[in-house]
């Protein structure tokens, strides 16, 4: 167990639809970070959020969002979904800002979409 | 634009042998440098780093050389094992907008052959 935990693990939904995908950071880690892994696109950087604050964006589309909440808590909301959407979503966290001491993974979530 | 090269894509090897993988990164600026295996179903999990000030850093089997002029840095596994088997990431901090996350290589399939 890395400490990051993700819900839920696997996630079937038809194309047009919204799903919501969390993350709760290792204990201490401010930072959270969204990545998507598709087949032969490796890790694709999303988004990241500092203590309730968006940092950085990456490749997001504008069909998703995503926010991170007073507890740090992080979710990525995902909207108007396509074949193409369907991936592992991964959330890491780490303590501060940068990504200069390292990131700490999830195990993800698995979406398909139908 | 930033990106981080990996080299080779997938790789094969007779237990016992050494295993090398090669990642080449645009930004003079990154100073460190992690490495992160992913086993199947599961997320990345950082094995091992190295920061700018220093060329080499070894754990156990496992050893990491950077060559900041030349801007690689390389990941070498001796004496492997089967449980080695899995997809090593390279990464390396990447300026963009505003703060700095990790870019990934598009990662190395690493067969170990008993």
């Known amino acids: 167990d890395s400490g990051v935990t993700q819900t839920p693990k696997h996630l079937i939904t038809a194309t047009g639809q919204r799903v919501t995908l969390r993350c709760s950071p290792r204990?201490?880690?401010?930072?959270v970070y969204w990545y998507q892994q598709s087949l032969d696109q490796g890790l694709q950087f999303l988004i990241q959020y500092y203590n309730g604050e968006e940092r950085a964006k990456g490749n997001i589309l504008e069909r998703f969002s995503a926010q991170q909440f007073p507890d740090l808590h992080s979710e990525l909301n995902l909207s108007s979904l396509e074949l193409g959407d369907s991936a592992l979503y991964f959330c890491a966290s780490s303590v501060g800002q940068t990504s200069h001491y390292g990131y700490t993974f999830g195990s993800g979530t698995r979406l398909t979409v139908v | 634009g930033e990106n981080v090269e990996q080299h080779p894509s997938t790789l094969s090897v007779q237990e016992g042998d050494s295993a090398v993988i090669k990642c080449t990164y645009s930004d003079s600026a990154s100073n460190y440098f992690p490495w992160y295996k992913q086993e199947l179903g599961k997320g990345p999990q950082l094995i091992i780093d190295i920061r700018s000030n220093v060329g080499e850093k070894k754990d156990q089997r496992i050893a990491v050389t950077l060559n900041k002029t030349a801007k690689h840095f390389s990941l070498h596994i001796t004496e492997t094992q089967p449980e080695d088997s899995a997809v090593y990431f390279c990464?390396?901090?990447?300026?963009?907008?505003?703060?700095?996350?990790?870019?990934f290589g598009k990662g190395t399939k690493l067969s170990v052959i008993p």
């Open positions: 204990s201490g880690d401010l930072s």
């Open positions: 990464a390396a901090p990447l300026s963009g907008a505003g703060s700095y996350q990790l870019t």
